[in-house]
């Protein structure tokens, strides 16, 4: 079946800190890969997306690019804030696969201290 | 533009009991999904509904769990004789069309708590 994994957290940095977090994916058809961002007290939103291979989802400095060769799509920004603080979620939606749930990762916590 | 609301924020039920959550998709949404978050794991898809209809209820426990979406009123997940298991954060997400590109709204959830 269809699975993300993600990398385990918490992940702690310093402000202005380069942030990689690493997601892979396993899926039966062609994904839409997604990155949400759940930040405390809050439902989680959408970060970005990118709907296939070699395309570059970006927002808020944050970036994450489609890479099927490597069934990757590792979530980059290069100086991170405090109030980047929250929980990542990568996830997949596979096209055409019906009422299409999101399937997600266990999720990344980060810390940014400053 | 309110939203997707989900109450109550916080549930506390005895086991056996039965536990009602509700959730309110944005205005305009007719596509409603629940998700449930165990304990150290990530989301996991339970229902799609759209209006008075049931969709896709693959992640759906097959008993003691149901879940509806009247024509009025907010999407409703019932879990009936709740056992300790059951707790865990359920979200609902809405969007105003369906389909594997569509941007879905999060609530903020609802933490139940089993006794």
């Known amino acids: 079946g269809d699975s993300v994994t993600q990398m385990e957290g918490p992940v702690t940095l310093s402000e202005e800190a380069f942030l990689t977090i690493n997601c892979t994916y396993t899926a039966t058809g062609y994904p839409s890969l997604f990155w949400y961002v759940q930040y405390p007290g809050e439902g989680l939103q959408l970060l970005l997306k990118?709907?296939?291979?070699?395309d570059k989802g970006s927002n808020k400095g944050f970036e994450a690019t489609y890479r099927k060769e490597t069934t990757s799509f590792h979530l980059e920004k290069g100086s991170v804030q405090v109030s980047d603080s929250a929980v990542y979620f990568c996830?997949?939606?596979?096209?055409?696969?019906?009422?299409?749930?999101?399937?997600f990762g266990k999720g990344t916590h980060l810390i940014i201290q400053p | 533009n309110a939203g997707v609301m989900q109450n109550p924020r916080h549930l506390v039920r005895r086991r056996g009991q039965e536990a009602r959550l509700r959730c309110s998709p944005m205005?305009?949404?007719?596509?409603v999904y629940w998700y449930r978050q165990l304990p150290e794991e990530g989301l996991k898809f339970m229902v799609y509904?759209?209006?008075?209809?049931?969709?896709?209820e693959s992640g759906m426990p097959k008993e003691r769990f149901s879940a509806e979406f009247p024509k009025e009123g907010p999407s409703i997940l019932r879990i009936q004789q709740v056992v300790r298991g059951d707790s865990a954060a359920y979200f609902c997400?809405?969007?105003?069309?369906?389909?594997?590109?569509?941007?879905?709204?999060f609530g903020s959830g609802t933490q139940l708590s089993v006794l």
């Open positions: 509904l759209q209006k008075e209809n049931i969709i896709d």
């Open positions: 996830a997949l939606s596979v096209s055409g696969g019906g009422a299409d749930g999101l399937t």
């Open positions: 990118a709907t296939k291979a070699d």
């Open positions: 205005k305009g949404h007719s596509h």
């Open positions: 997400a809405s969007s105003p069309r369906g389909g594997p590109n569509e941007k879905l709204f």
